[in-house]
């Protein structure tokens, strides 16, 4: 719904320190994580397509992103999010 | 009988329709009176007897039943005009926004109106939180179109002053709307226009808020009360109907007679405020009822909200049976798994014992006993029969026994051994609900070994606790096998124990452990038959002129064979420092092979709350067995330790010799002549300022930097000419109690005393007392406190303490209820989380929440301090292996 004029998002945040790296999942790669987690795509965490970073990827409502967080326990962290309208 | 069965699926809420409110009203109430002059109840008043029976005897006239049975019934009151509802009216508000004033259908144009109903659709079955964002889009877009669509009309900005007023803002002028032109408007709206604003036209027609009939509750919901007086008290909501009647009587009055259109018209307003207030007597805009005292009425909404509420004062919480509170009292001699029952509680707290085969022999041992006699019965229910006997009013308890037959619940007293929930408030913890095995003794009081005093953060000066019996044997399994103590002594939160030494314990050890502790064999079997020690002696450390053992020796005997272990003692510090061992000061701790060759055992070893100390080690390496069975044996010896030597303190332990004290008058006189120095130059204002502060600020900080060196210098002066055997030196060193702050305190000053981070300044003008001058910055005038304890304080100092303390106070007092507050919005956000067998974490309704509890799938509990695996341990482990 593009209810909302896109905002223009500058292409600097993907640098910054705390953003941590974020993907748009092939539709092989997301069906793969949605069978390892045993899950219907809804039950997925949820991020808005009006997010600076989802735009910036062109991600739509339906993609699935993997997000690759450093995590001071783990090393690196995988985490999984549905892009949603609104 | 022959009843269908259902499995409910769902529950779907909507607003009650003004047919079905008519359809199961009982009564129509049109008198506001309650009783007729005889006392009999007025037909049709809010006492009508067809609400239901509710005098014992009284036979209902609605469904015949009698008070027990009789379900209630509703009545209806015909509204003269219709009035809005509160609560609804945020949603009428929101339809009126988005639809035509003239067609009342949505202000968006058709083919919109078809796509976004398709995508709320889609969006209900899968991201309902999305649909309510979705909702509110529509809402918004809607309402910001000013000419319809469909029929071209202009609109009007609608203002909407809660609970209740609607204003249109038309040309002509500001003009209110009624609810009469309101329910039309709300009418005519479409079904698929009314689902897209976010209703369910099915459930919940938008014109159905404005209420036209209004439901008079069964008096079940509002039961009169007979005072002994005789008189008849009425409930509240009674009251408010009372006032509602009348109103409504009067404006039907009005409209009979065609009296003034100014009269009807206030009326209406009058009615319609009293049934806002009948919902929400807190409505903002709305007059209050109330009683004739002034008093508030409790209205509909009152009773439901806050936490003495409907929902959670009886519905998430509610008293229970099966329950008990006493003071708590200490006993050392009882495992940590144990608590001490008194025999009176015991006898009637009851566990539904089911009579079988193999103990039906016990149960009739129990009955014989009967209700009065431990370990008795209360109640016996016959399984053929389906009758609960009540022990107390039966004669024959012995011819009951012997009818005892397998099927048969006998409710048995509480016995050694059976498993109860154990709970201190405030509950901030999964530790502060720990299951423990009963131990039936005389007294009043529960009792509670001291060393599970951290997990309930206890204590024996007053404090109560509560015990829980759980009556089912699954209960009784998840209790016994999660919640018992031993299985608690690691915590969940940070990886270390959380039950541990503390106090006594941790100088008990300390005093067992030093290189000084000989003990003779008499001393040694005493020391071990209070662990409960069964075994040999080891060989004396000492053969000659008579066997002695040392302290080390009775430790090790308890520490599993094949640990070895090295860490600092607490007691390593400062002159006593040592970082391996190569130690003179026996302050690095050394076990090989279960021996203790080194080092004390104090805080660091045996405390609470230290994470990877010995015990610690123990309970994560040899299990939570283990180490409940080292807390159950080998600190039981370090408390008799402790009771053979004492462990007192006197007015010489914190006295110094007069050197020393000569030491830190000459220390105190330095500090205020360089801070003299210091005002002298800030007042010719030559003082040099830190950057970034004003004078004044760099003098204060200057002030009070120097005043705490000072205190750190007299410190490190009474530290070192205390004697190292003094008990209270030794309590602060092993971390027992207190610290050298404490005894600085004590023997040399209490120093400077702050109050929100600054030197005391307020008080009178310009100064903090009358003793001192205007405008004296000096040490003594803004809380230096150069005296102590031993010695006492002057006059101005105590002041100064006091004041210093008071903020302590009042910090605590702000600081528990707010992180109270922060807690419970944390635990109702986090509620119903699970962590799943394939280490995700879910909530109640299968949404994913991680996809790897914590990142990384640790169990704190079973971490050395966060590390899952601890590699310098490991390699100390297998190092030392024989």
């Given amino acids: 719904m593009p209810s909302r004029a896109r905002r223009r998002v500058s292409k600097k945040i993907l640098e910054h320190e705390l953003v941590p790296k974020h993907e748009v999942l092939s539709f092989e790669e997301a069906v793969e994580v949605l069978r390892r987690l045993g899950i219907p795509p809804n039950r997925l965490p949820a991020i808005s397509v009006n997010d600076p970073i989802v735009q910036l990827l062109g991600a739509k409502p339906g993609d699935i992103i993997r997000i690759i967080r450093k995590s001071p326990t783990a090393g690196e962290a995988e985490y999984y999010r549905i892009v949603v309208a609104f | 009988m022959n009843e269908e069965r259902f499995i409910l699926s769902g529950i779907k809420f909507g607003v009650l329709p003004p047919y079905e409110i008519s359809r199961m009203a009982r009564v129509t109430v049109t008198r506001p009176e309650l009783y007729e002059s005889d006392g009999t109840p007025v037909m049709g008043g809010p006492r009508d007897p067809h609400f239901g029976a509710i005098e014992p005897g009284e036979a209902c006239p609605v469904c015949g039943n009698r008070r027990d049975n009789c379900p209630g019934h509703f009545g209806k009151i015909d509204l003269a005009r219709p009035v ?135 008096l079940a919901v509002r039961p009169p009360i007979t005072l002994e007086t005789g008189l008849k008290s009425e409930d509240d909501l009674t009251h408010a109907l009372v006032e509602i009647i009348r109103q409504n009587e009067r404006l039907k009055h009005y409209l009979a007679t065609s009296a003034p259109e100014t009269m009807v018209e206030d009326s209406w307003i009058a009615l319609q405020h009293m049934i806002a207030a009948y919902i929400d007597n807190e409505l903002p805009n709305v007059f209050v009822l109330q009683h004739r005292g002034g008093r508030p009425l409790k209205t509909l909404a009152q009773r439901l909200k806050g936490k003495e509420g409907r929902l959670r004062g009886n519905l998430s919480g509610k008293r229970v049976n099966y329950s008990a ?23 009637i707290l009851t566990y539904p014992l089911r009579v079988t085969p193999e103990n039906i022999e016990e149960a009739r041992k129990y009955v014989l006993n009967g209700p009065y006699k431990w370990p008795g019965a209360t109640y016996v229910i016959k399984a053929r029969t389906r009758t609960k006997i009540d022990l107390r009013y039966h004669r024959n308890h012995k011819q009951l026994a012997e009818s005892l037959e397998v099927g048969d619940i006998v409710e048995r007293h509480l016995l050694d051994g059976d498993i ?85 314990y941790i100088s008990g050890a300390y005093l067992m452990t030093v290189k000084t502790r000989l003990l003779t064999e008499e001393e040694v079997l005493e020391l071990l038959s209070k662990a409960g020690y069964k075994g ?53 701790i050394v076990i090989r092979n279960g021996k203790l060759l080194e080092g004390v055992f104090d805080k660091n070893a045996i405390g609470a709350e230290q994470p990877n100390n010995v015990l610690h080690i123990i309970a994560l390496e040899y299990g939570d067995a283990k180490a409940r069975e080292l807390l159950d044996t080998l600190y039981r010896s370090f408390i008799r330790m402790l009771e053979v030597r004492g462990l007192t303190l006197s007015l010489s332990d914190v006295d110094i010799p007069q050197k020393a004290r000569d030491e830190i008058a000459k220390l105190t006189e330095e500090a205020k002549k360089e801070i003299a120095q210091m005002i002298k130059e800030f007042h ?14 760099s003098l204060e900080i200057k002030i009070i930097n120097r005043l705490q060196e000072l205190f750190r210098k007299s410190q490190e002066v009474a530290v070192n000419y205390m004697d190292p055997f003094n008990d209270v030196f030794i309590m602060a060193r092993t971390g027992a109690r207190g610290s050298e702050t404490n005894i600085a305190q004590m023997v040399a000053m209490l ?75 944390l635990i109702n956000a986090l509620n119903d989380l699970v962590v799943l067998h394939d280490g995700t974490v879910r909530d109640a309704y299968g949404n994913l929440i991680q996809i790897k509890y914590g990142e990384d799938g640790v169990d704190p509990m079973k971490t050395y301090h966060g590390d899952p695996i601890d590699v310098d341990r490991l390699i100390e482990k297998y190092s030392h292996v024989r």
Wanted: positive net charge; glycine residues 6%; charged residues 30%.
């Fill in chain 2, 684 to 697: 010719e204002g030559k003082l040099e300022p830190i950057p970034g502060r004003t004078m004044e600020e």
């Fill in chain 2, 325 to 347: 509170r006493t003071v708590i009292s200490p006993d050392p001699e009882i495992s940590i798994n144990e608590v001490g029952v008194p025999i009176e509680i015991a006898m």
């Fill in chain 2, 84 to 218: 809005l509802i509160p609560y609804y009216s945020d949603h009428v508000n929101a339809v009126l926004q988005a639809t035509c004033r003239s067609c009342s259908r949505i202000l968006l144009p058709d083919e919109q109106v078809k796509r976004m109903l398709r995508v709320l659709r889609t969006l209900k079955a899968r991201w309902p939180q999305l649909a309510s964002n979705f909702i509110r889009e529509i809402r918004k877009q809607a309402a910001q179109n000013s000419v319809c669509p469909h029929c071209g009309a202009r609109q009007y900005r609608i203002r909407y002053i809660r609970p209740v007023v609607f204003y249109e803002e038309r040309p002509e002028g500001e003009v209110r709307l009624t609810p009469i032109e309101i329910r039309d408007r709300l009418e005519k709206v479409r079904n698929e226009d009314a689902e897209l604003l976010g209703l369910d036209p099915e459930a919940s027609r938008p014109e159905w808020m404005v209420a036209t009939v209004l439901p008079v509750p069964p």
């Fill in chain 2, 536 to 588: 040999d002696l080891p060989e004396p450390a000492i053969l000659h002129p008579k066997p002695l053992w040392t302290g080390k020796q009775i430790v090790s005997l308890f520490l599993p064979e094949d640990f070895s272990y090295e860490g600092r003692a607490k007691i390593n510090a400062g002159p006593l420092a040592c970082d391996n061992y190569d130690c003179f000061n026996d302050s690095y």
């Fill in chain 2, 751 to 825: 120093g400077q005393q702050v109050v929100r981070g600054k030197r005391i300044h307020r008080g009178f003008r310009k100064r903090t007392l009358a003793h001192f001058v205007e405008d004296d910055l000096s040490p003594e005038a803004k809380g230096f406190v150069k005296g102590n304890f031993r010695y006492g304080l002057r006059p101005t100092e105590v002041f100064f303490h006091a004041a210093a303390g008071r903020e302590g106070l009042v910090d605590t007092a702000v600081k528990t209820s707010q992180s109270g507050y922060m807690q419970r919005r």
């Fill in chain 2, 420 to 504: 109860v929930l154990f709970n201190r408030q405030p509950s901030l913890h999964r530790m502060s609900i720990l299951a423990h095995r009963v131990r039936v003794m005389k007294g009043k009081t529960f009792r509670l070994n001291p060393l599970v005093c951290p997990p309930y953060n206890a204590d024996f000066d007053g404090d109560e606790m509560n015990l829980h019996v759980p009556r089912i044997e699954e209960a009784v399994a998840e209790a016994e096998e999660i919640l018992l103590v031993e299985k608690n002594i690691k915590t969940p939160r940070y990886g270390g124990p959380i039950i541990g030494g503390r106090q006594d």
